[in-house]
Nanobody, 128 residues
């Protein structure tokens, strides 16, 4: 297991940018694929973006493609979600998640059930 801790959330205006960070506690962080999900009250958690263990393959939900960038820096045990051109509909609690991936088979899985480790979440609020 890897413990994850997100940071970087906040309140911004539409069109602004934010960068979320997710720090993992294990030195084997490099064996994990990572993803970001988000959730608003009354709705299911939805996939936002995912990245392979090495950072070489990235996947995005259509709603954020072209605006968000996911990255993973194994040397720092940290993943990032750069969010540009934010919209009010991006308002949610954002969670990072990790999936052990020894065989490097990650393909941007969108089901939260396929991730074994989660952070506590960070609130992002975008005002119009």
């Amino acid at each position: 297991q890897v413990q994850l801790a997100e940071s970087g959330g906040g309140t911004v205006q539409a069109g602004d940018s934010l960068r979320l960070s997710c720090v993992g506690t294990r030195r084997t962080f490099s064996n994990y694929a990572m993803a970001w999900f988000r959730q608003v009250p009354g709705k299911e958690r939805e996939f936002v973006a995912g990245v392979s263990r090495s950072g070489g393959r990235r996947y995005y939900a259509d709603s954020v493609k072209g605006r968000f960038t996911i990255d993973k820096v194994n040397a720092k045990n940290t993943g990032y979600l750069q969010m540009n051109s934010l919209k009010p509909e991006d308002t949610a609690v954002y969670y990072c998640a990790a999936r052990l991936d020894f065989n490097n088979e990650y393909e941007g899985f969108t089901s939260e059930a396929l991730y074994g480790d989660w952070g506590q979440g960070t609130q992002v609020t975008v005002s119009s």
